[in-house]
């Protein structure tokens, strides 16, 4: 005998929770769980505003010499002055507009050798991951070839083969870092194209091209923003390194390898010459990896979960 | 003679980043000696919560008893476990209660012999030397019904099959000869003749042994020939407790009447349709004050939206929380 | 266990051969390796002479040849800025590099290891922090500013260490702990998640389900478990440290391969850039595969898989 007519709420309860005041809400409480990441954004803000406004902020011009105020120590130090907060290097450059100037270099080959790398692992690694059999053993031995060689080397090798440029060293990266690109984007596109619902979806006639984009893409983001967000950090490193060596953008660049390496030749001398380059990396680095961390933890179950 | 096992008011939560789970919401239910017990419920119904929160095995930060009592009949007296320090609650744990999980592929430790996993057991509880445990473990071993036991003491899990595999979860259930064996889901993992092998082999042990069990299961067909009684659980509470044959034929929750509908028979006259039931289980992150199956329920009439019905004899050794009488097709009178 | 082993080794001397490809073919990428080995000054004349001498002028073909059958046997020509053969000067600065990255993965596992399973075994705790925050620091110093850092502080400033060179028993302080300190990063976050992971499988719910004492469960549960792919771990680490010194080792004029390597390129002398490239390949490859070895002997899975 039935009885009176019930409301469908149970269908209402689950839907209510997703609406996007709840999703808000449930990022901000990620956000203060983690606080570290939201201190890993704000660091990661800092360096991209610094980069971005540099021009325009009054600075003096990193590339102006001034040998009669050579070396000059930070302003708050005896023989310094607010002229030059951070002092100045050998040839009278200012080392607080350098150092903010060098976070563009950083940043430019950051963002570029990750957006090259990115582009061209996902095409490589979604071909070997749908496409499968001989087609992927082709590819990944390479792929697999590239990741266990010692990649310092390789990378200066070539830096010292092809000469100091900036488009050459976004080339490197861009090129050298691919293969990690591609080695996880073919891991995703493998697992998702063996789970069920893409077997589901193709049953169903669907054409390979909304595959890609309604099932694959969306899952690939998740763990690609991640990986992007530690290689940049990565790619900053290294062009510290090859300027270090004297292998990254010319000389007269402000970029904080080069920094480094001039520096340490006044080390003990003109110590902060060193110094303020080194605490940008190292912010900057910090605000990357803090972000990245956080950006896993977010991305990674979430996408999981949701899934099911 | 006391109950066995006798839990009172049962409450767990968990704290999770999306809001507080109201897994388990007031379990009452009695085990006694001797007797097998099966519980039943849909996935998240809070089966297995409620008897892993017992013995302490729920991963404590996020998850916490609230309250409730778990007086069990131990050699040295009776217990109130849920009240137990950790340490003594690890002393009952393995000795007196043994378990039996479900996904016998990844319960065993994948890096060590399956000889040293079950005699890790006897060493702990049973202070036997190399050599004692050793023999012990060849003749569980045998009992379970795996052939060449001494090869088989030497072998890593993943070189045993499913079934092999939960024989051994059974040999380190019944190791230190337990009182209570509570065993979650144990075939539902398995293919199903392998499933009939094992649950045979789990019914001569049993009877062997007389040894009180908690069988979870969220499969009706399994409990008819082997469970004594059966509490339907509904999120994270109990609807219905009976024997086993008054659930079949007499059910008298609305949710029981459901899970049987839905049940495939063999002495079905005609094409009868299985019925399913509409609706999907409430989310354990909100908690009601009201009877939680009311959604879902074809009687639910404005008492049910009210309060929450407790848990009542309303026949012969048989307790239903429901509002509503089937047999008499209207409310229940007070 | 053979197979897996044969398997293995085929796979790396495969990886071999590309990596020593990829140097040959390195130094043709601008078409002209002889002006490339030459300074600026040189004339054409020079350069000619320079690429008759050294054979640039034969088919690539036949030079790729001879390139891997040299190679095979250890000849990868002349270093030219010293004039003697190339690899020998390589072998002669393999101690002292590993040397370096021996103790720098020292350190970097005193450090590492018990902060790592502190964080697994309690995360969240205040030990926990710490033990993220300098693994934050570790990943986050770029380690040839570092090295310089220390190099002011502990050897300029205040006289510790020495600053240069290999004399003494305390040189390969400094320099071993700045290489350590991006790789006890590492094996502290990998320590961690492995413990973290460990603990959440079934099997250790099963460890506690039989009442076992807590030391029990953890020393031979969940550890065990975590030493395994730790090992792996720990194995490219020191891969890495072997193949990456090039910085510290130039810093601290540390006389490694790294050092050799810097110096190579400041002479343009690409034949000895070549030989110290691939022979890094080689200590790196065997290393892998010694790894990988270890890993399958501690597995029971792989030691008596299929």
């Known amino acids: 005998m039935a009885g009176e007519t019930i409301p469908h709420q149970a269908d209402s309860m689950l839907s209510m929770r997703r609406t996007f005041r709840d999703r808000l809400g449930y990022l901000g409480r990620l956000l203060w769980r983690d606080r570290s990441g939201v201190i890993g954004l704000t660091m990661i803000l800092v360096v991209i505003l610094a980069a971005l406004l540099a021009p325009h902020v009054g600075l003096q011009d990193p590339l102006a010499q001034n040998l009669g105020e050579s070396r000059m120590p930070p302003a708050w130090n005896a023989g310094g002055s607010w002229d030059h907060p951070f002092g100045t290097d050998s040839l009278g450059r200012d080392l607080f507009s350098r150092t903010i100037y060098g976070a563009r270099v950083s940043l430019t080959v950051g963002l570029f050798g990750v957006v090259i790398a990115a582009a061209l692992g996902m095409v490589v690694g979604a071909i070997a991951g749908y496409f499968g059999g001989r087609i992927d053993a082709l590819i990944t031995g390479p792929i697999n070839l590239i990741l266990s060689m010692p990649y310092l080397l390789f990378v200066v090798f070539i830096a010292a083969i092809l000469g100091r440029s900036l488009l050459n060293v976004i080339l490197i990266f861009g090129i050298t870092d691919s293969p990690i690109f591609a080695r996880v984007t073919r891991g995703e596109v493998l697992r998702i194209r063996e789970s069920a619902y893409v077997e589901s979806a193709v049953s169903a006639g669907a054409r390979w091209g909304r595959i890609i984009f309604d099932h694959i893409v969306p899952n690939l983001i998740g763990p690609l923003i991640t990986l992007a967000t530690f290689e940049m950090s990565a790619m900053i490193f290294y062009e510290a390194g090859l300027g270090f060596l004297g292998l990254s953008v010319p000389p007269t660049v402000p970029s904080w390898g080069n920094m480094l390496a001039e520096g340490r030749k006044y080390l003990s001398s003109y110590p902060w010459l060193t110094t303020f380059p080194g605490l940008a990396i190292m912010f900057t680095s910090m605000g990357m990896n803090l972000s990245g961390d956080w950006l896993r933890d977010v991305l990674d179950p979430r996408l999981r979960r949701a899934r099911r | ?334 | 266990m053979l197979r897996y082993f044969l398997s293995k080794l085929a796979l790396s001397i495969v990886l071999l051969l590309g990596v020593m490809t990829l140097a040959f073919f390195m130094l043709r990428v601008t078409g002209d390796p002889a002006s490339l080995m030459m300074s600026r000054e040189a004339s054409p004349e020079q350069i000619e002479a320079f690429r008759e001498a050294m054979g640039f002028n034969r088919p690539l073909g036949v030079q790729f040849w001879d390139f891997l059958t040299g190679a095979a046997v250890g000849d990868f020509g002349n270093s030219l800025h010293y004039g003697s053969p190339a690899l020998p000067l390589v072998l002669g600065r393999l101690p002292a590099t590993v040397e370096l990255a021996g103790v720098g993965l020292l350190m970097a596992l005193v450090v590492g290891i018990p902060l790592g399973l502190v964080g697994g075994l309690n995360p969240g705790s205040a030990l926990d922090s710490i033990g993220r925050f300098i693994g934050l620091l570790g990943q986050s110093i770029p380690n040839f500013w570092l090295a310089l850092i220390l190099m002011l502080v502990f050897a300029v400033r205040l006289g510790l260490f020495p600053a240069f060179g290999r004399d003494e028993l305390t040189s390969v302080v400094l320099p071993a702990f700045v290489l350590g300190l991006a790789v006890s990063s590492q094996i502290l976050r990998m320590t961690r998640s492995t413990v973290l992971e460990v603990r959440s499988e079934d099997y250790i719910r099963t460890a506690h389900s039989k009442g076992l004492q807590p030391r029990t469960i953890y020393l031979k549960h969940v550890l065990r478990n975590v030493a395994i792919p730790l090992v792996s771990v720990i194995g490219v680490q020191f891969g890495y440290m072997l193949g990456g010194s090039i910085y510290i080792e130039a810093i601290y004029a540390w006389p490694g391969m790294g050092q050799l390597l810097q110096q190579a390129i400041g002479w343009r002398d690409f034949p000895l850039v070549q030989a110290l490239t691939v022979f890094t390949s080689v200590v790196v490859l065997t290393l892998n595969l010694v790894t990988d070895m270890a890993y399958a002997l501690l597995d029971p899975r792989i030691r008596y898989g299929r």
């Open chain 2, 1 to 334: 003679m006391p109950p066995i096992l006798d839990v009172k008011d049962l409450v767990t939560r968990f704290d999770t980043l999306d809001g507080v789970v109201h897994a388990v919401n007031g379990v009452d239910f009695r085990l006694e000696e001797g007797e097998t017990l099966a519980i039943v419920g849909e996935s998240g119904s809070g089966k297995s919560v409620a008897m892993m929160s017992i013995l302490g095995l729920i991963p404590s930060p996020p998850g916490r008893v609230e309250s409730g009592s778990a007086i069990f009949q131990g050699p040295g007296g009776p217990q109130d476990l849920l009240r137990l320090s950790p340490k003594d609650l690890r002393d009952v744990r393995g000795a007196q209660v043994g378990f039996i999980f479900q996904d016998p592929g990844t319960t065993l430790n994948p890096i060590l012999t399956i000889g040293d996993q079950i005699s890790e057991i006897l060493t702990r509880h049973m202070g036997m030397t190399a050599q004692q445990s050793r023999n012990r473990v060849l003749t569980l071993l045998e009992d379970v019904g795996i052939p060449d036991p001494e090869l088989r003491y030497k072998s890593y899990p993943f070189q045993l099959s499913g079934g092999m595999r939960q024989r051994v979860g059974i040999a380190m259930a019944i190791a230190c000869t337990p009182q209570i064996i509570i065993a979650d889901e144990p075939t539902t993992a398995l293919d199903v003749t392998v499933q009939a092998q094992v649950v045979d082999l789990f019914k001569r042990l049993r009877d062997k042994m007389g040894v009180a069990v908690i069988w979870i299961t969220h499969d009706l067909g399994v409990v008819a020939g082997l469970a004594h009684r059966v509490m339907v659980m509904y999120a994270g509470r109990a609807a219905e407790v009976a024997r086993v044959n008054d659930l079949y034929e007499h059910p008298l929750h609305p949710y029981t009447l459901g899970l049987l509908g839905a049940l495939p028979r063999l002495d079905a006259v005609g094409s009868r349709r299985l019925v399913s039931i509409d609706g999907t289980p409430p989310d354990p992150l909100i908690s009601v004050s009201h009877c939680p199956f009311a959604w879902r329920c074809t009687h639910a009439f404005p008492r049910c939206w009210a309060e929450a019905p407790r848990l009542t004899t309303v026949a012969p050794d048989h307790k239903a929380a429901c509002f509503y009488d089937l047999d008499k097709g209207r409310p229940r009178d007070a």
